[in-house]
């Protein structure tokens, strides 16, 4: 009797231990739930996405142009005296080292008799490096700008000390916030329009949004964030230099275009 009872007791022992690693194993085997809608920044890293349906991705674009806040005008100059002073053994001359704000003075007048104020210029020299000429102008139009470049350019050739080595500029606006969350709505919808007829191509329903990235930009910072600045070389004699202003271009309208490009993710059935 004790040998049938240890024998049985046994059977249920066994049998229960098969149905616990059947149920280890069915909870192992379950998927985890996923985010339906992940949204990353860009330089974020993604989690690895566990897709359990037919997707399909694509990229939209968007952008939006305004008529820039402020423009900023750079005019990096030389002097005419650097360039026929005698070369020394071991021994360097910056540019810069005969330019005064005395020697800029005529520049800022001419600046002050076409109509800008006092508080729009901004010298700054140094006796390391060229001197600046830095203008401010607000709500600016292309004549504006231009006449700004002229009256510069007419009061350094008049100069017997100075002469122009580049002319820099920059256009931004007062808030960026306004004008990048439009830039990603039109680039959100451009991803829609996309995806429509190629659902149909694959004869397909779009399902729901799976995955939405913002991609990075490509081109250099001034060019693909708010505050774009644009323009063409004025000047050989202009070395490059990170902190400059991008090259004046006479024919550009003072505006600031914000860009967007996002991914999307959408399910299909």
Not at 22 to 38: F, S, W
């Amino acid at each position: 009797m004790s040998n049938v009872l240890t024998r049985s007791c046994c059977f249920i022992l066994l049998l229960l231990g098969s149905w616990t690693l059947v149920a280890q194993r069915g909870q192992a085997e379950t998927p985890k739930k996923t985010n339906p809608l992940l949204l990353l920044q860009p330089g974020a890293t993604p989690s690895p996405l566990v897709l359990t349906q037919r997707a399909l991705t694509v990229v939209g674009q968007g952008q939006v142009t305004v008529p820039a806040d402020r423009a900023i005008l750079e005019f990096q100059l030389g002097s005419r005296n650097s360039l026929s002073a005698p070369e020394l053994p071991g021994v360097s001359l910056p540019s810069a080292s005969t330019v005064t704000p005395e020697t800029l003075q005529p520049l800022v007048t001419a600046l002050k008799e076409a109509g800008v104020k006092a508080d729009q210029i901004e010298l700054q020299t140094s006796p390391l490096e060229s001197p600046h000429l830095l203008v401010t102008l607000l709500k600016p139009t292309r004549e504006q700008v231009q006449k700004v470049v002229m009256t510069v350019n007419q009061a350094v050739t008049r100069s017997q000390q100075l002469f122009l080595q580049s002319i820099g500029a920059a256009y931004s606006v007062k808030s960026c916030q306004p004008l990048e969350q439009s830039a990603q709505r039109l680039a959100l919808a451009d991803a829609r329009r996309q995806m429509t007829p190629l659902a149909q191509a694959l004869r397909m329903q779009v399902g729901e949004i799976l995955l939405v990235t913002v991609l990075p930009l490509q081109g250099a910072a001034s060019s693909v964030g708010c505050g774009s600045k644009v323009g063409v070389s004025s000047s050989l004699l202009a070395t490059p230099d990170e902190t400059a202003l991008p090259p004046y271009n006479a024919a550009a309208v003072p505006e600031v275009k914000v860009r967007s490009q996002i991914s999307v993710t959408y399910g299909m059935q």
